[in-house]
C-alpha cells in the first residue's frame, strides 16, 4: 500500500534507498534516469551514483543503496575537486589537457568522477572494492556517459 506521509516519513532519516532520485525536470530528465538505471544494471553492487553539474556542484540524479551513504552531499565535494584540477591545470598551462576522470581509492571503496566531453557535467559512481574492479566500474561508466552526451544541454 503506498501511503504519501509513510514516505514523507522515511525521507527525513536521510536519503531514500535503492531509489533513483531526479532533481531536474524537463526533456533530459528521463535519459539522466536512464543513464543511472544503466550503471544499476550493469552494477549490481552500486553503492551509490550521481550525475551532476560542475560548475553548481548540485546532482541532476542520485542514488544511494545505504542511508549512511549521501550522495548529493558528496557532489558538492566531488565538483569542487574537480574545479581545483581544472584550475591547476589551466595555472599550469597545460595546453590542452583536460581532466578526463579521476579516482579515489579508499580501503575498500572506490570512487570514480568521468566527466563528458564538454567537462560541464559528470557522472559519479562508488562501488565496493571486493564486488566490482575498476575496469569493469570505468567500462559501465563510459556507456552511461554515451547514453547522456547528446541529451545534456550545456
Same mark, same amino acid.
Given at each position: 500500500m503506498k501511503i504519501p506521509f509513510l514516505k514523507q516519513l522515511q525521507r527525513l532519516t536521510g536519503p531514500p534507498i535503492h531509489e533513483v532520485v531526479l532533481e531536474s525536470t524537463g526533456p533530459e530528465s528521463t535519459t539522466i534516469e536512464q543513464a543511472i538505471r544503466h550503471l544499476l544494471a550493469e552494477l549490481p553492487d552500486l553503492l551509490m551514483a550521481a &550525475? &551532476?553539474? &560542475? $560548475? @553548481? /556542484?548540485?546532482? %541532476? !540524479? @542520485?542514488?544511494? !543503496?545505504?542511508?549512511? %551513504?549521501?550522495? $548529493? %552531499?558528496? !557532489? /558538492?565535494?566531488? !565538483?569542487?575537486? &574537480?574545479r581545483q584540477v581544472q584550475a591547476s591545470l589551466a595555472t599550469q598551462e597545460a595546453g590542452l589537457e583536460t581532466v578526463q576522470e579521476m579516482l579515489f581509492t579508499l580501503s575498500s571503496q572506490l570512487h570514480v568522477v568521468r566527466l563528458s566531453l564538454s567537462g560541464h557535467w559528470f557522472v559519479y559512481l562508488a562501488v565496493d572494492s571486493r564486488d566490482t574492479n575498476l575496469g569493469i566500474a570505468r567500462e559501465v561508466m563510459r556507456g552511461s556517459i554515451e547514453l547522456l552526451e547528446p541529451t545534456i544541454s550545456e
Open positions: &550525475v &551532476v553539474n &560542475v $560548475s @553548481t /556542484g548540485k546532482p %541532476l !540524479a @542520485t542514488y544511494t !543503496a545505504e542511508r549512511e %551513504l549521501r550522495p $548529493s %552531499l558528496m !557532489a /558538492g565535494f566531488n !565538483a569542487e575537486a &574537480v
